[in-house]
């Protein structure tokens, strides 16, 4: 440790024709090694002679060998020189970089290659025929004092903060213009309408027949909303999800997520929805008192089972396929017990606990006493017909979010670092934003029409956009994952990707 070594042999392997053949196709299909060194990834170093802030930048991972399109001939690399940075500390050395330049030697000796020879021949796979090669590697330390190892991770998550600031800029316009709406619909509107002193109340109720629009609906519009008992759990898990994300992204914004604590976004994520539980709980058995609900416990286990199950049983499904397949994905069978035993430790009480909190508080208090007997429902336009008022809903929202979720799906899907947390801090508050401002004018709209079972509506607005992130999760796949790795074309690559995003949209 600490010493430089000019060549070591690894190994001397004989590998049969198969073999030969299928590393022939990763090569082929850039396939990648990565090597872990104090927490950090061994990457490929790009130079940029152009920028002179940032002349040095660092992929994550060295390529297994290089394709020649021409010849269709494929190279493996079987010597790798390692470049380990450190800065001094005190007496020690703290390791801020690891740099990995592989190369292409024919050597099946069992010793090492003239590394100072440059036209020695590369090895050639992917031939149907047995060969022997001989796997070595180098290492040299070199002092970087330009680099502090408190900003060691800078080389690797560097990326250019002026698409993120147009996304900002995009998304500003948008809320501007949607703002404008409601602020006409809130002061032109409502405001001449029911501004009404205490003193005109009963005039009003006399004249209310004669008008129109939503002023027909005021004892209409707080009606029980109908299958409450589904309504409240499915409420209560999105407060949930919300909670959750909020907490994970604050998490990160603050440092405390570090790219060296490999997983520790999926865990914390994990964990935090388990803890959440119990604001799921308190807000489902809330409004499920305001709604007239008795059994509190039943809705509860409702909203502790719900949704929860749902995404399991999907992820199950998921999971059995890729056990048939014997791929690594698959989660092991210890570790679905443990999600299981934390579901029923931890999020079952907690969620238990918040939904009996909730239920003892006072109910929700009306303003309008609701009429015994629905008012009719009269026909609605077709742009509040459901299949296209939801669509129309979705819309905005995705252009709000809809580059920054480029690089979220990057990251999860080609092995990139995402850590930019302050932009989606910024991008999520102005998508909250909009999908509010959405949801108002669409059922302003809705009761505008007369239409007074809005509860189910509105959270069909709000939820809208999740069918846009789907789609726009398909075409990410097709137009960036399949065409340029065509490896994940196949059947287990495809279902994974489509039901994870469809695990996404529904938490959306």
Request: with cysteine.
């Amino acid at each position: 440790m600490g010493k430089n070594s000019t060549c070591n042999v690894l190994c001397t392997r004989e590998i049969d024709a198969k073999a030969n053949e299928e590393a022939g196709w990763f090569v082929e299909q850039d396939y990648l090694i990565e090597w872990i060194v104090d927490k950090l990834p061994a990457a490929t170093v790009y130079r940029r002679l152009q920028d002179t802030q940032n002349p040095v930048s660092y992929e994550p991972g060295f390529r297994i060998g290089d394709f020649d399109a021409a010849a269709k001939r494929a190279f493996l690399n079987n010597h790798v020189s390692l470049h380990i940075l450190y800065e001094r500390h005190r007496e020690g050395r703290r390791i801020v970089g690891v740099e990995a330049y592989p190369r292409s030697i024919e050597n099946s000796s069992g010793e090492c290659p003239d590394l100072s020879d440059a036209s020695q021949d590369r090895l050639v796979v992917g031939q149907k025929q047995p060969r022997k090669v001989t796997f070595s590697y180098s290492v040299h330390w070199i002092e970087d004092p330009s680099v502090r190892w408190t900003h060691r991770w800078d080389r690797y998550i560097r990326t250019s903060s002026q698409v993120h600031w147009y996304a900002i800029f995009n998304s500003a316009v948008i809320i501007l213009l949607l703002s404008g709406v409601v602020a006409v619909i809130l002061m032109r509107m409502l405001n001449r309408d029911v501004s009404h002193s205490s003193r005109e109340i009963e005039e009003f109720r006399d004249e209310i027949e004669e008008t129109s629009g939503w002023k027909l609906l005021h004892g209409d519009v707080f009606r029980t909303p109908q299958w409450k008992g589904i309504l409240a759990p499915v409420l209560g898990t999105t407060v949930q999800v919300m909670y959750t994300a909020i907490s994970t992204v604050a998490l990160g914004t603050l440092g405390i997520l570090s790219p060296s604590y490999r997983g520790g976004l999926l865990t914390t994520g994990i964990v935090m929805f388990m803890l959440m539980g119990a604001a799921a709980g308190y807000y489902s058995g809330h409004l499920y008192r305001t709604w007239g609900g008795r059994n509190w416990l039943q809705n509860s286990l409702t909203t502790a089972l719900a949704v929860p199950m749902l995404l399991f049983g999907i992820e199950m499904l998921l999971n059995m396929f890729l056990w048939y397949r014997s791929s690594s994905a698959a989660m092991p069978l210890s570790t679905i017990l443990l999600l299981f035993v934390l579901w029923a430790a931890i999020e079952l009480p907690l969620t238990v606990l918040g939904g009996w909190i909730g239920f003892r508080r006072k109910p929700y208090s009306e303003p309008m006493r609701t009429n015994a007997i629905p008012r009719p429902i009269p026909p609605l336009p077709r742009y509040l017909k459901l299949p296209l008022s939801i669509l129309l809903a979705g819309a905005l929202p995705l252009s709000v979010i809809f580059i920054e979720m480029f690089f979220v799906l990057k990251s999860i899907w080609q092995d990139a670092f995402y850590y930019e947390y302050g932009f989606m801090v910024i991008i999520g508050v102005l998508l909250a934003i909009t999908v509010c401002e959405t949801t108002i004018i669409m059922v302003w709209l809705l009761l505008n029409s007369g239409h007074h079972r809005w509860w189910w509506r509105s959270f069909a607005y709000g939820a809208s956009s999740s069918i846009y992130f789907f789609i726009y999760s398909l075409v990410f796949y097709f137009t960036r994952l399949r065409a340029g790795m065509p490896d994940v074309a196949g059947i287990t690559p495809g279902l994974t990707f489509v039901l994870h995003s469809l695990l996404f949209t529904i938490h959306g």
